[in-house]
């Protein structure tokens, strides 16, 4: 069996295996990823919660002295780059569509819709991926801090592997059907036991297949 699929297996043990369900409207979720740009999922909500009570659409966002806009989502940090990319964003889907909707990318072919979001401004490989798989359900991996960290503990790709890099590498790595729930898996297995700063190793379920731990443990860690 493969690396990944003991992988795989094994956090389905920890953890079960998540089934897709949609998440957020596709605009709601563009906007919410774009918000959690480094910053804490807590922060992010709290910026996405206030636009969402400050502005009764987007398009009333869209139309909003950039002043407000700021205001509504300073909690999630970086506003001053974050709001302009909003209201850039909102003004292209209604000079492309007269509507604030993303609703065009369900029958693009996939390459196609990735290649159309990263050309909005702001959004990168996660942020595209995020949208298409969490609004979509179509098939993209999103690569965050805790899959890029996770990935290259476990050896999945090589240490030096940029996060922008690793999304087109998992994606050939993992099936398809399991994009979904692995991104989930390793995510809470990152935020619970493989942390960045002082990872929970004497607890973690993973230690036969996890390259950072057998280097820890391993006779020139003394």
Same mark, same amino acid.
């Given at each position: ?202 607890? %973690?379920?993973?230690?036969?297949? %996890? ?12």
């Amino acid at each position: 069996m493969s690396q990944y699929r003991l992988i795989y297996s094994a956090l389905v043990s920890l953890y079960g295996e998540p089934v897709w369900q949609p998440g957020l409207a596709p605009v709601d979720e563009l906007i919410s990823t774009i918000l959690s740009q480094n910053t804490s999922d807590a922060n992010r909500d709290l910026a996405f919660g206030r636009i969402k009570w400050r502005f009764e659409s987007w398009d009333a966002v869209r139309a909003a002295p950039l002043t407000e806009v700021l205001e509504a989502i300073r909690p999630a940090g970086l506003a001053n780059r974050k709001a302009p990319r909003i209201q850039d964003i909102l003004q292209i889907l209604w000079d492309e569509h007269g509507a604030i909707t993303l609703e065009s990318i369900a029958s693009m072919p996939l390459e196609e819709a990735r290649g159309w979001l990263l050309a909005l401004p702001g959004v990168g490989p996660k942020t595209a991926a995020i949208v298409l798989l969490f609004a979509f359900g179509r098939p993209a991996f999103p690569v965050d801090t805790h899959v890029h960290r996770l990935s290259k503990r476990l050896g999945l790709i090589p240490k030096t592997m940029s996060a922008e890099k690793a999304h087109r590498e998992l994606e050939r790595i993992v099936p398809t059907e399991h994009y979904y729930s692995f991104h989930l898996n390793l995510i809470r297995h990152g935020r619970q036991v493989c942390r960045a700063r002082i990872p929970a190793c004497q607890r %973690c379920g993973l230690h036969s297949y %996890c390259q950072h731990y057998q280097g820890l443990s391993g006779p020139e860690s003394g």
